[in-house]
C-alpha cells in the first residue's frame, strides 16, 4: 500500500518553455503532499508543500511564481516549472503521508528528471 | 536553524557490519528517519525513531539518542544491493522531512 505515483519520469524541454509534473496517491488520500529537488550527488531540499485546497507553502529562496503548485483533488498535486532554464535542469521528487500521523513515513513518487536545454 | 550530518562516503565488504553516524541539530524534533536511496531512484523507508534507543528490523538496526541529537544505521551482513545512499532525515516541525546530506556507501566482494 501506500503507492505515490509520478509523471512523467523523464522531460526534456527547451529553454523558455513550461513543463508540468503530476503526483498522484494511488491507494490513499492526501490533503498534504511535498515536493523535494535533488542536484546530482545532493540530498533532497524541500521546496514547497502542497495543500489540498489551499496556497502551497513555499520554502526560503524557491520562487512561487516560476515553481506553480496546484493541489485541487485530494490525490493529485502539480508543479509547473514555468519559463524553465538550463539552471532548473534537477531531479523533481514528490511525496506524500497516508493517514495524519506524523509518524508514518513520507512515501515517495519515482522523481521526474528534467533537462532543460 | 537546522544542520544534519552524515558522512560524505563509506566503503565496506560482503559481509561485514557498517554503522552510519548522523548528528542533527533543529529547532523541532518528531522523530528521524533513515531512507535508502539507489541511483536515479525515489527514496526508499528503512527505519524511524522517535523515543531513544534501538530499533531493529532484519539487517538494518536503527538507534537514537535525542538528548545528544545522533543517531546511526547499521547494516549486518552487507550484500553488494546494499551499495546505495542512506539518508538520515528528521521531522522537525511534524510536517515535512529535512534531509541530510546522505552517505553513499560502496560495498564490494
Not at chain 1, 519520469?9 to 518553455?17: A, D, H, N, P
Not at chain 1, 546530482?40 to 516560476?66: C, F, H, I, R, W
Not at chain 2, 538494518?60 to 546505495?84: H, I, P, T, V, W
Request: proline share 3%.
Amino acid at each position: 500500500g501506500a503507492v505515490v505515483s509520478q509523471h512523467p519520469s523523464r522531460v526534456i524541454c527547451k529553454s523558455g518553455t513550461s513543463v508540468k509534473i503530476e503526483c498522484r496517491s494511488l491507494d490513499f488520500q492526501a490533503t498534504t503532499m511535498f515536493w523535494y529537488r535533488q542536484f546530482p550527488k545532493q540530498s533532497l531540499m524541500l521546496m514547497a508543500t502542497s495543500n489540498e485546497g489551499s496556497k502551497a507553502t513555499y520554502e526560503q529562496g524557491v520562487e512561487k511564481d516560476k515553481f506553480l503548485i496546484n493541489h485541487a483533488s485530494l490525490t493529485l498535486s502539480t508543479l509547473t516549472v514555468t519559463s524553465a532554464h538550463p539552471e532548473d535542469s534537477s531531479f523533481y521528487i514528490c511525496s506524500a503521508r497516508p493517514g495524519e500521523s506524523y509518524n508514518s513515513p513520507l512515501h515517495f513518487g519515482n522523481g521526474t528528471r528534467l533537462t532543460v536545454t | 536553524g537546522q544542520n544534519i550530518d552524515q558522512p560524505t562516503e563509506m566503503t565496506a565488504t560482503e559481509g561485514a557490519i557498517v554503522q552510519i553516524n548522523c548528528t542533527y541539530q533543529t529547532s523541532g524534533f518528531n522523530g528521524l528517519f533513515w531512507y535508502q536511496q539507489h541511483a536515479g531512484e525515489a527514496p526508499t523507508f528503512l527505519s524511524y525513531n522517535v523515543l531513544d534507543g534501538l530499533e531493529e528490523k532484519g539487517r538494518f538496526s536503527s538507534f537514537l539518542s535525542r538528548s545528544k541529537g545522533y543517531s546511526y544505521l547499521l547494516l549486518k551482513e552487507l550484500q553488494m544491493k546494499d551499495s546505495a545512499s542512506y539518508l538520515c532525515a528528521v521531522n522537525q516541525a511534524g510536517t515535512a522531512l529535512i534531509f541530510g546530506k546522505g552517505t553513499t556507501l560502496s560495498v564490494s566482494s
